[in-house]
T-cell receptor
Framework: EAGVVQSPRYKIIEKKQPVAFWCNPI?????LYWYRQNLGQGPELLIR????????DSQLPKDRFSAERLKGVDSTLKIQPAELGDSAVYLC?????????????FGPGTRLTVT | KNEVEQSPQNLTAQEGEFITINCSYS?????LHWLQQHPGGGIVSLFM???GKKKHGRLIATINIQEKHSSLHITASHPRDSAVYIC??????????FGTGTLLAVQP
């Protein structure tokens, strides 16, 4: 079984430029998460999807961040325009379904550097 | 005060030593997760537990629900165990609350 796939693995952009990250969850996993992890800290949830519906986006900075999960499978997270403080690792995770603490499976992450 | 706290924040050990990383939490949970993150790498789930004890190879995880405390033990540590170990707790919605991690360095 393939794991969670993310691309790109690394991205360097100048501030004010747009950037997009892509995630393909494990087949059959209905729940998809986007996390941001700053250096030396634990991940923080940006948005959680149940199928194609965003059910928790309270931590997503909506002025510059957007996400979509068309057809309830792949997901894209976009930042426009990027700021220096957006430099972090962006992690995608998936689980079979919410509730009962189903285990989350994490992708390798995308390391974003904004210069 | 963070809802999930880990100790120590940094740990250096010699190869072969027995290692313990602690996690305390202050919220109600349905499960506790131990995760491993190598530098530049993604996160790998080591354990998910809601009671008692689990063992996988040289790794052992325990949890005391009444005391809201969990420990991760590594026996016969090896340099390849060097990584960040993260404790996270989840409630009914599987929303994870993460600790800040413990950076472990095992020296040969």
């Amino acid at each position: 079984e393939a794991g969670v796939v993310q691309s790109p693995r690394y991205k360097i952009i100048e501030k004010k430029q747009p950037v997009a990250f892509w995630c393909n969850p494990i087949s059959g996993h209905n729940t998809l998460y986007w996390y941001r992890q700053n250096l030396g800290q634990g991940p923080e949830l940006l948005i959680r999807y149940e199928n194609e519906e965003a059910v928790d986006d309270s931590q997503l900075p909506k002025d510059r961040f957007s996400a979509e999960r068309l057809k309830g499978v792949d997901s894209t997270l976009k930042i426009q325009p990027a700021e220096l403080g957006d430099s972090a690792v962006y992690l995608c995770a998936s689980s079979r379904r919410p509730g009962l603490s189903y285990e989350q499976y994490f992708g390798p992450g995308t390391r974003l550097t904004v210069t | 005060k963070n809802e999930v706290e880990q100790s120590p924040q940094n740990l250096t050990a010699q190869e072969g030593e027995f290692i313990t990383i602690n996690c305390s939490y202050s919220v109600g949970i349905s499960a506790l997760h131990w995760l491993q993150q190598h530098p530049g790498g993604g996160i790998v789930s080591l354990f998910m537990l809601s009671s008692g004890k689990k063992k996988h190879g040289r790794l052992i995880a325990t949890i005391n629900i009444q005391e809201k405390h969990s420990s991760l033990h590594i026996t016969a540590s090896h340099p390849r165990d060097s990584a960040v170990y993260i404790c996270a707790v989840s409630g009914a919605t599987n929303k994870l609350i993460f600790g800040t991690g413990t950076l472990l360095a095992v020296q040969p």
